[in-house]
């Protein structure tokens, strides 16, 4: 019941922005650990370093099934529409009409356009649950994702993803990188690909307003 609420409140959260401008700017703070990973299932992680504005994780392993590029001027709508064919797929609307537990967080990745008003593409990703890793089922436009040990810098940000909101806080993620041995290694490990490309995570449904946690990550491999 508690978890049939939840995925119900989830997929509301992605069908509406409730983005009423009713909260205050909410505080900036670093590594709070997300309290829906409390109720449902997260990747683990552990945390590598825990700088000014920024937190490093290494998430060892962890799979995801993901939708094809959506073209989009918004990363709110595009969002929306990819959460709607995860939701079906967590429902039963694949191969083996299997359901799946609700997870967290929902991946949106960002590949930003060139120009003011061209679409960027997005990628929305569902993380899926351990019992499900084996054989994740597969489904007609989704595909799996398999992430071998990553290293994510983290931004985190309260309340209602806006598009506004989201490149004002990767950019914020970016300058608290500037001069550190993370900076380096990013930029390394996307070697000549100069287009930023980053993730929001969000862990929350639209009638929690409180303790809302959502981040920017930016993904990339270390060689040790
Ligand atoms: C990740 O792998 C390392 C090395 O094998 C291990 O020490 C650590 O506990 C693992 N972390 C998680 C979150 O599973």
Redesign the pocket.
């Known amino acids: 019941m508690a978890a049939s609420m939840f995925k119900l409140s989830v997929f509301l959260s992605l069908l509406s922005n409730l983005n009423l401008g009713l909260w205050p700017e909410a505080q900036k703070s670093v590594a709070t650990f997300p309290p829906s990973c409390n109720s449902i299932e997260c990747p ?3 945390s590598i370093e825990v700088g000014n504005g920024y937190e490093v994780r ?3 392993s962890s799979e995801w099934i993901s939708t094809a590029p959506i073209q989009d001027i918004s990363l709110v709508a595009a969002t929306r529409t990819g959460f709607l064919q995860l939701f079906d797929y967590i429902q039963g609307k694949n191969k083996y009409g299997e359901k799946i537990e609700m997870t967290a967080p929902v991946l949106s990745e960002v590949q930003p356009s060139d120009g003011p008003f061209c679409e960027s593409s997005f990628v929305v990703s569902f993380y899926v649950p351990k019992k499900n890793q084996a054989k994740p089922p597969p489904a007609e436009g989704l595909h799996v994702q398999k992430w071998t ?1 990553t290293y994510v810098a983290v931004r985190q940000f309260s309340g209602f993803v806006s598009d506004y909101d989201v490149g004002v806080e990767a950019a914020a993620l970016q300058s608290s990188l500037a001069g550190t041995v993370w900076s380096a290694a990013i930029e390394k490990s996307h070697g000549a690909d100069h287009t930023t490309i980053y993730t929001v995570a969000q862990y929350n449904s639209p009638f929690e307003f409180d303790h809302r946690v959502n981040e920017i990550w930016i993904s990339f491999n270390l060689e040790e």
């Open positions: 683990s992680y552990d290494r998430y060892n040990s």
